[in-house]
């Protein structure tokens, strides 16, 4: 360290901004950087949201269709596979709860969970989730298991 190439810490010294509107000594004042009349120098200005200056925007331009069900429930999908691979690396060992399955990161707290059949299932688990597809119970029963619908 040398006097040559002394400095401020990062982000101790803030520069202040220019006060806009301030008198014409200042630099920024008369118009106060907003240029000359129009809707935009005007102080209460606020532009709508997609407003594009009087064309069409886009929301309005791009056809809608399809129908959205308000009611629809979406689930979260875990395959065999995904469960094997937990119970591989010793992370289970008797039974996957939903606790379990939000420490692991496989659902969040609002989801709805459905365990699915790709994979094959070796570990006898008690395994709960909310919906079960027919292979993936089969499979769990197979292998001494249980399925918990929660």
């Not at 190439?5 to 907003?34: C, D, F, I, M």
């Not at 999908?77 to 691979?85: A, P, R, S």
């Not at 659902?107 to 059949?117: P, Q, W, Y």
């Not at 395994?127 to 769990?140: L, Q, R």
């Amino acid at each position: 360290m040398n006097l040559n190439n002394l400095q401020p810490a990062e982000g101790s010294v803030k520069k202040e901004k220019k006060r806009l509107g301030r008198g014409q000594g200042s630099g920024k004042g008369g118009t106060a950087t907003k240029g000359h009349k129009g809707q935009k120098s005007r102080s209460g200005y606020s532009r709508k949201v997609g407003f594009e200056g009087g064309q069409m925007p886009l929301q309005r331009r791009v056809p809608k269709f399809g129908f959205t069900n308000i009611n629809r429930k979406d689930y979260v999908g875990i395959n065999l596979d995904k469960i094997q691979e937990l119970v591989d690396n010793g992370r289970i060992t008797d039974q996957l709860d939903f606790d379990t399955m939000l420490e692991y990161r496989l659902a969040t707290k609002n989801d709805l969970v459905k365990i699915l059949g790709r994979g094959e299932l070796k570990a006898k688990l008690k395994v709960s989730g909310h919906k079960f597809t027919a292979t993936a119970k089969a499979a769990i029963e197979a292998a001494g298991g249980e399925a918990v619908t929660l």
